[in-house]
């Protein structure tokens, strides 16, 4: 396996003197090509800003990042981003078909060319035959679909996800997830996908990196040893699912964590686990 990206003492400060901010700290990992790596990390501990400064779009104060050697300094070509908000990404005026092939544009593809990239593109997530039609007239789900086709149309050297599932139903969210990781196998796409959803992170990753709390630094990289072929029932009622889960559990809440609040906490997330499993058997 080669590296595809590689991470090497990145930090970023919002602001300077007093009031600076310091969202990330040093922090260093690199991902395989054909890896799906996630992120996971508490509310506000400095995910986006990570993947904002990975993709280019901020230059991070300290440290460097590498597409497949290359330094970043601005957005890649071959990078692609899917965000959380599909309503926002889509352009309403035009149909998915010409959604899809919007960023094929730049590319020195001719125009049947981009066309069929963005027909495969569809049917790889389940949506052949829609490309007439406009994002507003398709479920939100859909949408996200859209949103995941745009991005593997350009074929991206590195597919970055942020929160990508978090505005659908849970059903939804399943079925996405599945389809991620089938696309993902088939296309062999390197993808980075922060989520702050601990169980999200074991059931769709090759590797799990842990964040802290502000400013990020990674507590641990743990690899991810469940069957390639994953099932939203199965795989998370297994018991090396719910080790894992409690792993990152218990790193994301740390040490300080009482036994009381420690099983309170058990508790809570055995029923969040079986209402998932429910969710998943509906
Ligand atoms: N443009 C900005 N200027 C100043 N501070 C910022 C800016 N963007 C983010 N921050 C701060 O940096 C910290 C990290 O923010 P960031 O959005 O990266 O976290 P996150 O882990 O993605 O959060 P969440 O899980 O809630 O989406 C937060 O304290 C946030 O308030």
Redesign the pocket.
């Known amino acids: 396996m080669s590296t595809m990206l590689e991470v090497s003492g990145v930090g970023h400060r919002?602001?300077t003197g007093d009031t600076a901010?310091v969202?990330?700290d040093e922090l260093s990992f690199t991902v395989e090509a054909g890896q799906l790596a996630c992120i996971v990390?508490?509310?506000?501990?400095?995910?986006?800003?990570?993947l904002?400064a990975i993709a280019g779009l901020l230059p991070p104060t300290a440290g460097t990042v590498s597409l497949h050697g290359d330094r970043v300094t601005g957005v890649p070509d071959d990078l692609a981003v899917v965000f959380q908000d599909y309503s926002r990404s889509l352009f309403p005026w035009l149909t998915v078909g010409k959604n899809v092939e919007f960023p094929l544009r730049w590319s020195k593809l001719d125009k049947a060319t981009r066309r069929d990239r963005a027909r495969e593109a569809l049917s790889a997530v389940g949506l052949a035959g829609v490309e007439g039609k406009f994002p507003w007239q398709l479920s939100g789900g859909m949408q996200q679909r859209v949103s995941i086709a745009r991005a593997l149309a350009s074929r991206p050297a590195l597919l970055l996800m942020?929160?990508p599932f978090a505005s659908v139903d849970a059903q939804t969210r399943f079925d996405l997830e599945d389809l991620l990781r089938r696309v993902q196998t088939e296309q062999g796409t390197t993808v980075l996908l922060?989520t702050?959803d601990i169980d999200e992170s074991v059931y769709l990753g090759d590797r799990v990196l842990v964040l802290s709390k502000?400013p990020?630094h990674i507590v641990a990289d743990l690899p991810v040893d469940l069957p390639a072929q994953r099932d939203q029932i199965t795989t998370r009622e297994s018991p090396q699912f719910v080790s894992l889960r409690g792993e990152v559990a218990r790193l994301l809440h740390g040490p300080a964590v009482t036994a009381a609040a420690d099983a309170a906490e058990w508790e809570a997330a055995e029923k969040a686990a079986s209402s998932t499993v429910e969710n998943a058997k509906r």
């Open positions: 919002y602001g901010h969202a990330v990390g508490p509310s506000g501990c400095g995910k986006s800003t990570l904002r942020d929160e922060v702050h502000s990020a």
